[in-house]
Antibody, heavy 126, light 111 residues
Framework: QVQLQESGPGLVKPSETLSLTCTVSGYSISSGYYWGWIRQPPGKGLEWIGIIHHDGSTYYNPSLKSRVTISVDTSKNQFSLKLSSVTAADTAVYYC???????????????????WGQGTLVTVSS | QSALTQPPSASGSPGQSVTISCTGTSSDVGGYNYVSWYQQHPGKAPKLMIYEVSKRPSGVPDRFSGSKSGNTASLTVSGLQAEDEADYYCHSYAGSNNFVVFGGGTKLTVL
């Protein structure tokens, strides 16, 4: 059974960098799939942040791209999110998820999100 | 990157059917058959209910079905049950520039 678990500080100060890690169990990240981050501000909808493959290739939400870095550590079966220069608008529950994908005429297509972590609330406040 | 448009709310009585729409553009919903739907109960993570427009993952009741016409995808829940009361989100692949887009969510109430 594939399981994902987010971890990291629950409180980050404005202008600092938010850092979260997703630990995957029941499946080896190196075996395939993309792995992604999605967030949900309190009372609002889902927002895609970005995805990463075990080979390090990434795709980011254009609206967050300048502040986001997603990395992978296959030796620990983990992938991580860094979001810089945070403001109160970045307060949200952050989810990690597995992303089945296809390659169509050389283009990567993120198909859907099949396994999700339970989510972790990150509050940006001084 | 604009979110897909969903009605804020939908409702139905137990046993009835309800359909939730998800409207995008030819650059996302209308251009690809990579639409998925997620159910989210309060305080819980989203759960995949439908993928690739109309496919159901193992374990999802066949009361849940998906379809697409033009730029609008739909999720139909038949034989409504109390446990179907939740928020529902659609998602679509949005091309090589925007890549992924979600709908704003629909709160389904079972009356």
């Amino acid at each position: 059974q594939v399981q994902l678990q987010e971890s990291g500080p629950g409180l980050v100060k404005p202008s600092e960098t938010l850092s979260l890690t997703c630990t995957v169990s029941g499946y080896s990240i190196s075996s395939g799939y993309y792995w992604g981050w999605i967030r949900q501000p309190p009372g609002k909808g889902l927002e895609w942040i970005g995805i990463i493959h075990h080979d390090g290739s990434t795709y980011y939400n254009p609206s967050l791209k300048s502040r986001v870095t997603i990395s992978v550590d296959t030796s620990k079966n983990q992938f991580s999110l860094k979001l810089s220069s945070v403001t109160a608008a970045d307060t949200a529950v952050y989810y990690c998820a597995r992303v089945p994908h296809l390659v169509v005429r050389g283009v990567i297509i993120a198909d859907y999100f099949d396994y999700w972590g339970q989510g972790t609330l990150v509050t940006v406040s001084s | 990157q604009s979110a897909l448009t969903q009605p804020p709310s939908a409702s139905g009585s137990p046993g009835q059917s309800v359909t939730i729409s998800c409207t995008g553009t030819s650059s996302d919903v209308g251009g690809y058959n990579y639409v998925s739907w997620y159910q989210q109960h309060p305080g819980k993570a989203p759960k995949l209910m439908i993928y690739e427009v109309s496919k159901r993952p193992s374990g999802v009741p066949d009361r849940f079905s998906g379809s697409k016409s033009g730029n609008t995808a739909s999720l139909t829940v038949s034989g409504l049950q109390a446990e179907d009361e939740a928020d529902y989100y659609c998602h679509s692949y949005a091309g090589s520039n925007n890549f992924v887009v979600f709908g704003g969510g629909t709160k389904l109430t079972v009356l």
